[in-house]
């Protein structure tokens, strides 16, 4: 299982650069994309500034689609990351930040269901799938814009649509990034019946449970079950965190075979993850 699953990816990875290779390669082709190239040091400095500043925009664009689409779905926003920049909702308060968590470089934006409505499951999927499609037509309104331009924005903005059009195959080639499901796959898991579904409705029943009562008293046992049974290991540690909660609300003290569970599975996560997930278990025990 594990080795079909390591060939899977190793296949994905492979048609992922691929196609951006190729797709670079393409469109460089076109000669309404034949721009000059910089000549003098200042310019080549404003040129390559511009591109790394242009790559940063694109991730934002990106998580902007998916954050924007789930406001409009009356979800409450929850974190939005862009490079060293973070919003996030703390206390009920909007905070700025400063990002330090080099994981969230790449873009990070959240909203999360304000109760346990069954209609939930179509929202979230629009919330997913609306990333990528940000970044697809993003990328191909930058590519037309940056024939319009003069040089040096020519290729900044030319550049800017590339990366947009990379992010949109990154997000829809593979099925997951690390310990992570793609924006395509998650879409797919929403949306196609099967085990995979369960679980992630499960996850959306406790968000939203939660999100209503700002408190896991009230999660119902089986959907934290559905997590603690699926082979995912964010998923079951999810489930681990979602079990532990809930019996620390309740004033009951896990066994240390659960807490056990919980610190092996999160083995398998980033410690950034896992050093937050336990820091909201202490403040449930105090």
């Known amino acids: 299982m594990k080795n079909n699953k390591r060939l899977?990816?190793?296949?994905?990875l492979t048609i992922l650069v691929l196609l951006v290779f190729l797709s670079v390669y393409f469109i460089e082709k076109i000669p309404a994309f034949d721009f000059p190239k910089p000549a003098s040091t200042s310019a080549k400095i404003v040129t390559f500034t511009g591109i790394f500043i242009m790559a940063l925009l694109m991730l934002g664009l990106h998580e902007l689609g998916h954050l924007l689409t789930g406001l409009t779905q009356g979800f409450r926003f929850a974190i939005f990351v862009v490079g060293p920049l973070g919003v996030k909702q703390e206390d009920e308060?909007?905070?700025?930040?400063?990002n330090t968590n080099l994981g969230h470089y790449g873009g990070i934006a959240a909203t999360t269901p304000v109760n346990n409505a069954p209609g939930n499951a179509e929202k979230f999927a629009r919330v997913i799938i609306a990333g990528p499609l940000t970044s697809l037509f993003g990328g191909i309104i930058l590519l037309y814009l940056s024939?319009?331009?003069?040089?040096?924005?020519?290729?900044?903005?030319?550049?800017?649509?590339?990366?947009s059009l990379a992010l949109f195959l990154a997000t829809t080639v593979p099925s997951k990034t690390g310990a992570f499901f793609t924006d395509r796959k998650r879409y797919q898991r929403l949306t196609r019946p099967g085990k995979a579904q369960q679980v992630e409705l499960a996850t959306l029943r406790i968000m939203g449970q939660y999100a209503q009562d700002n408190s896991y008293q009230n999660v119902d046992p089986a959907d934290i079950n559905i997590?603690?049974?699926?082979?995912?290991?964010?998923m079951r540690y999810f489930g681990w965190f979602n079990k532990l909660y809930q019996?620390?609300?309740?004033?009951?003290?896990?066994?240390?075979?659960?807490?056990?569970?919980?610190?092996?599975?999160?083995?398998?996560?980033?410690?950034?993850?896992?050093?937050?997930?336990?820091?909201?278990?202490?403040?449930?025990?105090?």
């Open 247 to 286: 019996q620390l609300e309740q004033d009951i003290e896990p066994s240390a075979e659960d807490w056990d569970s919980f610190r092996r599975t999160g083995e398998l996560l980033s410690k950034s993850m896992v050093t937050a997930m336990e820091k909201e278990l202490e403040k449930a025990r105090k």
């Open 93 to 98: 308060k909007i905070k700025w930040y400063l």
């Open 147 to 163: 024939t319009l331009l003069g040089t040096p924005w020519n290729t900044i903005v030319f550049s800017g649509g590339l990366v």
């Open 8 to 12: 899977k990816s190793f296949i994905e």
């Open 227 to 234: 997590l603690l049974e699926d082979e995912e290991p964010f």
